[in-house]
């Protein structure tokens, strides 16, 4: 892999990280906030407290999995083979 896929390899990690993260923010927004004023409880407590908790940690790590699986590539960050080491 040259200096330049790996390049491109580490920005596409970067941006599906940020937008992963921009996801995970909205989420936790609508599952505490946007619950709130329904009403309802479970085990004695709200529904929104359980959501924006176990149900969003349960949300983000299924999103950080995919993106593990779907975008992150195992790769040597050192120089190439065929590159001179310094």
């Avoid at 709130?36 to 999995?65: C, D, Q, R």
């Avoid at 190439?80 to 080491?85: I, Q, W, Y």
Wanted: charged letters at 15%; aromatic letters at 12%.
């Amino acid at each position: 892999m040259s200096e330049y896929e790996k390049y491109r390899q580490v920005c596409r990690e970067a941006v599906w990280t940020g937008v992963t993260l921009l996801v995970l923010i909205a989420a936790w927004l609508v599952l505490g906030f946007g619950l709130a004023p329904l009403g309802g409880t479970v085990f004695g407590l709200p529904v929104w407290t359980l959501a924006s908790t176990v149900g969003f940690w349960l949300f983000a790590v299924a999103l950080v999995a995919l993106l593990v699986h779907v975008v992150f590539r195992d790769m040597d960050l050192g120089a190439d083979d065929g590159e001179a080491r310094k």
